[in-house]
């Protein structure tokens, strides 16, 4: 394997399991996964990073069940929210991955026969009190109350045949990496909690579920008879993922890898993965990042209470970037957190509408007031060099603390300098100096100081707000994502700027208490709500695409158009909206199709399909899509 891997970076989140839908648990691990890879690629590192969705075992087939799915098209409907969700956070994944892709399957069997072969894997009886919940054993040690510690639930005696991973084997090994390896787990909370369960006998892990049980998961290869559990499938995708054993990613970015987890998943990925990776003769990953709980409202978040926020509900009302700015802000990367939507509010008004939405605007508008909008040259003056030193010891911060996940820290030293330069207007009083022509070269060098400092914060900030970054280092003619370019003195003089915009809109507490007091009235019941269809029902629609080529009227009718649709093939449909549309509205419209319903007769035309449309009362607005996409995708 290449050693030789300076530069390179491969960070993973934990492969979501697909028995309930996406929460803020979910989005802050995956957007810390992505803070971490845009830093590395910033700072110009081969980055890959890994998402997915772990879709095997007990728990899924009975949330298929309650859903009245069939387990296959259950998993790839919680998976696709999943999937749809990233974009919307801004996430940028190199590739997501599934415990049903063929090719991580593969890699599972091949793992699993190789632990066998080398005798790590042995058969027994065994009796023990099964968790139905966690799908595993349990020692009476465990339980807290005799009782589940996550499920609160009393795990029943199960005795049954099965295979056994000697995880014993590897205990004193483990114990000698962690301790000779520091950073191993981090932070030293998490490390500490592992080496303190290592100081009790480890005990051998049940790997196999007899098929009489369950059959959705994958084979072992030595006994069809039986499935994997659970976590041995799970761990592996973090390999398979990167084409173990001969892909070109998995030599290039293994030696490399991080995991980012919470603590509920300590155990599992800080024993049980490195012992796997040990038994099966490949290198352990380098660090496991730890993170704590968000709890909402200061109370526990969980799938079972149901309080689980949604994140897209968040994000709709305050936007992405303040969003993700938030979660990495107000987060100890390691303790737990508190969200709540006093605290998002507080941390927009304050840090990013007042210190740096001001900053930005009072520093453009004075630029624009006293040198046109023009940055000036300060070649040959005299400049004070405190904002420069300012900035460099931020940027050394910064970046010694976002290589530490220590993200919340980070961001602390990017506000200690937004705070300096807020200062450093007040006390130059450029305004002062723009009264006095002998002041000149000292209102240059303060505007130009500025506008650099605002150079540095714009791409300081790229990896927690990549889009506020980059509408931030357009006003300045710059692009972000080049850590390199965060050095002193790279703003051109003579740059044209542009005239400022308001970055981060204040909110108004008031108004957006007394929007979330309107909410009711837009949520009522629905009076005239069609009966519920199943999912495979409406699964039998095939919506899709369209463009109109050709457009008339249809003689005699008032209604009716006659349109030529590509959807891939060419139909013709006749639809309702003459009234709305005139032919010349329609041509060259991207519409959805209703693609497989039965042609109709209409006018002794035959129409091939429909095209959607919302319609109410004499309202009619056709349904088309809001981005480019081509003719004959599927609408799902
Ligand atoms: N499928 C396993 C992981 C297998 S990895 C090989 C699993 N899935 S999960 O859907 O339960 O996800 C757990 C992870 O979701 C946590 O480790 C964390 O990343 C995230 N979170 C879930 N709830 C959370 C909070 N309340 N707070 C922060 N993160 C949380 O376990």
Redesign the pocket.
Known sequence: MNTNCEGIFYIT?????VN?KP????A??TIVADVAYRFNKMKNNSAFFLTGT?EHGDKVVKAAQKEKMTTKEYVDYISGLFQNLWPDLNVDYSKFIRTTDPSHMKTVSVILQKIYDSGDIYFSEYEGLYCFGCERFYTERELVDGVCPDHGTKPEIIKESNYFFKMSDYQDWLIDHIKNNPSFIRPERYRNEVLSFLKDPLEDLCISRPKSRLTWGISLPFDDNYVTYV?FD??I??ISALGYPDGKNFEMYWPKAQH???K??LK??GIYWPIMLKAAGIPVYQHLNV?????VDNSK??KSIGNVVDPLKLKDIYGIEAFRYFLMREMTFGLDADFNEAALIQRINSDLANDLGNLVSRSLTMAQKYFEGVVPDVSDIENDFSIKKAAMQTIENYDACMKDFAFNKALSFVWDFISHMNRYIDSSAPWELAKNSDKSDILKGVIYNLLEGLRILGGLIYPIMPQSSEKMLSLLKESPGNFNALSWGQLKAGTKLEKTITLFPRIDKKKSQKDRQKQPKHVKKLSNLKPEISFEDFQKIDLRVGRVLAAEKIEDSKKLLKLQVDIGEIRTIVAGISRHYSPDDMIDKKVVVAANLKPAQLMGITSEGMVLAAVKKKKCSVITPDQQVSVGTPVQ
């Open positions: 989140t934990p492969i979501y399991y309930a929460h803020l648990g979910h802050y691990t772990d976590w799970a761990l995708n973090y980012i987890v919470a509920d998943i599992p990925h993170h704590g709980y968000w709890n978040m969980s």
